[in-house]
Structures are given as structure tokens and as C-alpha cells.
């Protein structure tokens, strides 16, 4: 497999610095898709006549699509060329967005949202190796990549209290449009200054590979959210358990014959990948969870008007976007144990205390819950990328964090559908059932808490050097 690449021209200081803008607002906008939508749920509910299940599928519609498609799009982009694919990404994100804005029923809104996701797609994993072609001085690359997490983290954290603003100033169609302006923005621009880049020889195509991740994901997701609805022993949702159990073992088998992988099975070889992987499953299943239960409980229990419920999430908003800075900091300084410990403690602290709350729970404590919750969010991100990334050849950097970032969009589909079909399936109202559901979320911190300590011990550091050792004498890389 070859990795060498067609580097663009040489760019002056003002260009690359508008290229890393462009790439931010395409993360921007794919991240407030992930968030802002949840604020909105209530008033979906009520103007579609949605149920609870239908609510998980327009948040889960969305997370679900990016989680299949993205180590394809970056595939597709290496072949084709990023500046391409980066475009028709941004057009396709920005017509699904106009499509949901005018959707006149609930399955024509999840229908257009999983659009969005095919054009959402190709946006991160695209936009970071537009970046890393732009940018050839290591530290100016750092700097440039860091500037585009921290707007990564600010998006998504900053929807709630936009979509807040919007919902309850023009309606929740209202969340959709902004998108459509920034996307033609972005498509100028990127035509305008983004130079095209691609691989010297792209991956091969891996239609089985990808077919068996649609296969794993999306029918272990719809059994998980329509399991209240037809029974957990029903034959459908037997079924469809079976079909993802399936398709795990035929990709696990598929991909560890084939050269040039979509999935490569050789870097959970390695504990620190492995536990990385996992920890960025349940750090944001907790995510995904949280957001979804607490606007439903917010605005449909608490009677918060949507803009009232933005607000108060503003200090989770805060402490996400300012632990997300510090975090670099500690694990440049200390490595990546001590910011996982914190962030699963933190995660585990603010889900525990929602536990306890009731119809007339305080301001005070949301709060709290909030800001211990949002910190522990706010840590995670880093370590788990240099986790993964230990020992690792720098020639596979890209494709570990594909997997990564895969691994991360399935938590959060995991996520809405596991603590959806909680509150769907109790008997004892909807409060009653959140405190298990936040329970579940609890637990991830916990999980959190323990792999980060196992993924970063002397063991499996040791292993991880190992692991990339192998991976890079199967390699073969072609002068640039």
C-alpha cells in the first residue's frame, strides 16, 4: 500500500491560514449537527407527532450514517482527490440540512438527515488531511490541527445553546438553515484557496468490508431502539441482533485476509488501540445519552422553554471547551493516564449526581452536574487520540484515526439508542426511568476510569511498540 501523496503548491502564510479556516467551518457546522439537533427534539416531537423511538432515529439517523461512511469517504478522498470530495461533501451536508428544514413528516426529516450524514462524511476526516498536506512544518501543523479541535469541541458544544436561541426565536426548522449559508461559504472558498491533494496510489476499494460495517452497526442499532416497541424476543429484533453479531465475525475474517483492509484488525493487537478504541465508545455513548435525556427532561418535564434549556447548559459548554484546552496541556506534560482518570471520574461524578434528580431538582445542582460532566467530556478527547496513535507507524496515524473516529460516532449512536429505549421501555414515568439510564452512563465513566489505566500501563506500552513495529515492516512506502 502506498502512502506517498500529491502535495499541493507551496502556499503563502495568508492562504494556508484561510484553508484552516475553511476546514473549520466544515467541522463547525458537522458539529453542531451532532448536538444542536437534540434541543429541538421536544418541539419535533410535538409538530411530527414523533414518538420517543422516532426522536432516537433523527439523532441517531445522522451519528449512525457518519459512523459507516467515514473511513470510506477518507478512502474515496485519497483516491479522488480531498478538495473534491471535501466539495461534494459540503453541497451534499448543505442540501440535506435545506431538505430536513422544509421535511413535511418524521420519516422524510430522518430520511434527509441521513443525507446530511453522507455529506457530513466527508468533512472531518477530509478537512484533517487537507490540513496536514497544507501545513508541512511540524509545528505549524500542530498549532493548526490544535485550532481545529478546539473548534471541533466549541461546535458541539455550542449547539445546544444555539439551537436554544433559534428554536425558540423562529422554530425548530430553524436549527437546519443556518447550515446552508455556511456551506455555500465554505464550497467558495474551498474552490477559491483549497489546492487539490491526493494519494499517490489510492487504497483499493473494499465493497464487502463496507457493506459488513453498515451491516454490524445499523441493525444492532435498530433492534436496540425498536426493542421497546416489538419486545426484546421478538423474531425481528432477534434477527437483527444476529445479522450485526454475523457481520462483526465476517468483517473480522474478511479483513484480516485482505491487503489494504478498510478496517485494519492488526492495530487491536495493540492494548493501548484496543482500549483507546474503547474508551472513546463509552465516553461518547455518555455523550450521546446525556445530551438526548437531559433536553427531553429540560423542556418536557421541567416545562424549559428551549432557549431555557440552552442556557442552563451553558456552564457544561464552558467547561467542556475549556478542559478540551487544558487537557493538551496535561498530556503533553504528563502523558495520557492522569487525563483519562480525571475525565472518567468527572464523567462518572456528573452522571451519578443526575441520578438524584426529580421534577424540582435545583437549578444549583443541574448545574453542578453539568460542569462536572462537561469537564470530564472536555478532557477525554486528547488522550484518547494519543492513546491510539502510541507506538504507531506515522505512516498509519491517518488510518488509526479513522478507526478512532468511528469508534467515537458508534458510541454516540450507542448512546441515544441505549438510554432512549430505557426511558421508552419504563413503566414508572419518564424521570424514574432516566435514573437508570443515567446510571448506564455512570458506569461509562467508571469504564473510562479503568481502561484508561490498563491502556497506559508499562504492559501496554510495551505491546503498542511491538504492535507497531509489526505494522510497519508490512508496510510499504514509496518515496515521496
Same mark, same amino acid.
Given at each position: 500500500?502506498?502512502?506517498?501523496?500529491?502535495?499541493?503548491?507551496?502556499?503563502?502564510?495568508?492562504?494556508?491560514?484561510?484553508?484552516? !479556516?475553511?476546514?473549520?467551518?466544515?467541522?463547525?457546522?458537522?458539529?453542531?449537527?451532532?448536538?444542536?439537533?437534540?434541543?429541538?427534539?421536544?418541539?419535533?416531537?410535538?409538530?411530527?407527532?414523533?414518538?420517543?423511538?422516532?426522536?432516537?432515529?433523527?439523532?441517531?439517523?445522522?451519528?449512525?450514517?457518519?459512523?459507516? !461512511?467515514?473511513?470510506?469517504?477518507?478512502?474515496?478522498?485519497?483516491?479522488?482527490?480531498?478538495?473534491?470530495?471535501?466539495?461534494?461533501?459540503?453541497?451534499?451536508?448543505?442540501?440535506?440540512?435545506?431538505?430536513?428544514?422544509?421535511?413535511?413528516?418524521?420519516?422524510?426529516?430522518?430520511?434527509?438527515?441521513?443525507?446530511?450524514?453522507?455529506?457530513?462524511?466527508?468533512?472531518?476526516?477530509?478537512?484533517?488531511?487537507?490540513?496536514?498536506?497544507?501545513?508541512?512544518?511540524?509545528?505549524?501543523?500542530?498549532?493548526?490541527?490544535?485550532?481545529?479541535?478546539?473548534?471541533?469541541?466549541?461546535?458541539?458544544?455550542?449547539?445546544?445553546?444555539?439551537?436554544?436561541?433559534?428554536?425558540?426565536?423562529?422554530?425548530?426548522?430553524?436549527?437546519?438553515?443556518?447550515?446552508?449559508?455556511?456551506?455555500?461559504?465554505?464550497?467558495?472558498?474551498?474552490?477559491?484557496?483549497?489546492?487539490?491533494?491526493?494519494?499517490?496510489?489510492?487504497?483499493?476499494?473494499?465493497?464487502?468490508?463496507?457493506? !459488513?460495517?453498515?451491516?454490524? !452497526?445499523?441493525?444492532?442499532?435498530?433492534?436496540?431502539?425498536?426493542?421497546?416497541?416489538?419486545?426484546?424476543?421478538?423474531?425481528?429484533?432477534?434477527?437483527?441482533?444476529?445479522?450485526?453479531?454475523?457481520?462483526?465475525?465476517?468483517?473480522?475474517?474478511?479483513?484480516?485476509?485482505?491487503?489494504?483492509?478498510?478496517?485494519?484488525?492488526?492495530?487491536?493487537?495493540?492494548?493501548?488501540?484496543?482500549?483507546?478504541?474503547?474508551?472513546?465508545?463509552?465516553?461518547?455513548?455518555?455523550?450521546?445519552?446525556?445530551?438526548?435525556?437531559?433536553?427531553?427532561?429540560?423542556?418536557?418535564?421541567?416545562?424549559?422553554?428551549?432557549?431555557?434549556?440552552?442556557?442552563?447548559?451553558?456552564?457544561?459548554?464552558?467547561?467542556?471547551?475549556?478542559?478540551?484546552?487544558?487537557?493538551?496541556?496535561?498530556?503533553?506534560?504528563?502523558?495520557?493516564?492522569?487525563?483519562?482518570?480525571?475525565?472518567?471520574?468527572?464523567?462518572?461524578?456528573?452522571?451519578?449526581?443526575?441520578?438524584?434528580?426529580?421534577?424540582?431538582?435545583?437549578?444549583?445542582?443541574?448545574?453542578?452536574?453539568?460542569?462536572?460532566?462537561?469537564?470530564?467530556?472536555?478532557?477525554?478527547?486528547?488522550?484518547?487520540?494519543?492513546?491510539?496513535?502510541?507506538?504507531?507507524?506515522?505512516?498509519?496515524?491517518?488510518?488509526?484515526?479513522?478507526?478512532?473516529?468511528?469508534?467515537?460516532?458508534?458510541?454516540?449512536?450507542?448512546?441515544?439508542?441505549?438510554?432512549?429505549?430505557?426511558?421508552?421501555?419504563?413503566?414508572?414515568?419518564?424521570?424514574?426511568?432516566?435514573?437508570?439510564?443515567?446510571?448506564?452512563?455512570?458506569?461509562?465513566?467508571?469504564?473510562?476510569?479503568?481502561?484508561?489505566?490498563?491502556?497506559?500501563?508499562?504492559?501496554?506500552?510495551?505491546?503498542?511498540?511491538?504492535?507497531?513495529?509489526?505494522?510497519?515492516?508490512?508496510?510499504?512506502?514509496?518515496?515521496?
Amino acid at each position: 500500500m502506498s502512502l506517498a501523496v500529491e502535495s499541493p503548491r507551496a502556499l503563502s502564510s495568508r492562504e494556508r491560514t484561510v484553508v484552516l !479556516l475553511t476546514c473549520c467551518l466544515s467541522v463547525v457546522v458537522a458539529g453542531l449537527d451532532t448536538t444542536i439537533a437534540n434541543v429541538a427534539l421536544p418541539s419535533i416531537q410535538k409538530a411530527l407527532h414523533a414518538p420517543v423511538s422516532g426522536l432516537q432515529w433523527v439523532v441517531d439517523a445522522y451519528t449512525l450514517v457518519i459512523a459507516c !461512511l467515514v473511513m470510506f469517504s477518507g478512502s474515496v478522498a485519497d483516491r479522488f482527490g480531498r478538495r473534491r470530495v471535501f466539495q461534494v461533501g459540503l453541497g451534499l451536508f448543505s442540501l440535506g440540512s435545506l431538505l430536513c428544514s422544509l421535511a413535511p413528516s418524521l420519516g422524510a426529516l430522518i430520511v434527509f438527515r441521513a443525507l446530511q450524514a453522507v455529506g457530513g462524511s466527508m468533512l472531518n476526516p477530509v478537512a484533517m488531511s487537507i490540513i496536514a498536506t497544507t501545513f508541512t512544518d511540524p509545528k505549524e501543523r500542530a498549532r493548526a490541527v490544535g485550532a481545529w479541535g478546539a473548534v471541533a469541541g466549541l461546535g458541539g458544544a455550542s449547539g445546544p445553546v444555539l439551537g436554544g436561541l433559534l428554536v425558540s426565536g423562529l422554530g425548530w426548522r430553524s436549527i437546519f438553515w443556518v447550515n446552508v449559508p455556511v456551506g455555500a461559504l465554505a464550497i467558495y472558498l474551498t474552490r477559491r484557496f483549497v489546492p487539490e491533494s491526493r494519494a499517490a496510489r489510492g487504497k483499493r476499494f473494499d465493497p464487502l468490508g463496507q457493506l !459488513l460495517v453498515v451491516t454490524a !452497526l445499523g441493525p444492532v442499532t435498530a433492534a436496540v431502539i425498536e426493542g421497546p416497541r416489538y419486545g426484546w424476543s421478538s423474531p425481528l429484533i432477534s434477527a437483527l441482533f444476529v445479522l450485526g453479531a454475523v457481520s462483526v465475525l465476517g468483517l473480522v475474517v474478511h479483513e484480516s485476509r485482505r491487503a489494504g483492509p478498510l478496517v485494519d484488525v492488526r492495530f487491536f493487537r495493540s492494548p493501548a488501540f484496543s482500549g483507546a478504541a474503547v474508551i472513546a465508545l463509552v465516553a461518547f455513548m455518555a455523550l450521546g445519552g446525556f445530551l438526548f435525556l437531559n433536553t427531553l427532561y429540560l423542556q418536557d418535564v421541567r416545562g424549559y422553554s428551549a432557549l431555557g434549556a440552552g442556557l442552563l447548559t451553558i456552564p457544561m459548554a464552558a467547561a467542556l471547551a475549556a478542559c478540551a484546552m487544558v487537557s493538551g496541556r496535561i498530556v503533553a506534560a504528563r502523558g495520557p493516564r492522569l487525563a483519562l482518570v480525571l475525565a472518567g471520574l468527572l464523567l462518572a461524578a456528573g452522571s451519578g449526581l443526575l441520578v438524584l434528580i426529580g421534577r424540582d431538582t435545583g437549578a444549583w445542582y443541574l448545574v453542578l452536574a453539568y460542569l462536572l460532566f462537561g469537564a470530564g467530556f472536555g478532557l477525554v478527547g486528547t488522550p484518547i487520540t494519543n492513546t491510539a496513535l502510541s507506538g504507531m507507524p506515522r505512516d498509519q496515524a491517518g488510518v488509526a484515526g479513522a478507526i478512532a473516529s468511528t469508534c467515537r460516532q458508534t458510541g454516540a449512536v450507542i448512546g441515544v439508542a441505549v438510554c432512549g429505549s430505557i426511558v421508552a421501555g419504563g413503566s414508572a414515568g419518564f424521570v424514574a426511568s432516566s435514573h437508570t439510564a443515567m446510571a448506564v452512563l455512570a458506569g461509562s465513566g467508571i469504564v473510562t476510569v479503568l481502561l484508561g489505566l490498563i491502556s497506559t500501563g508499562r504492559w501496554a506500552r510495551a505491546q503498542a511498540g511491538r504492535s507497531g513495529r509489526q505494522l510497519s515492516t508490512h508496510t510499504v512506502e514509496e518515496p515521496r
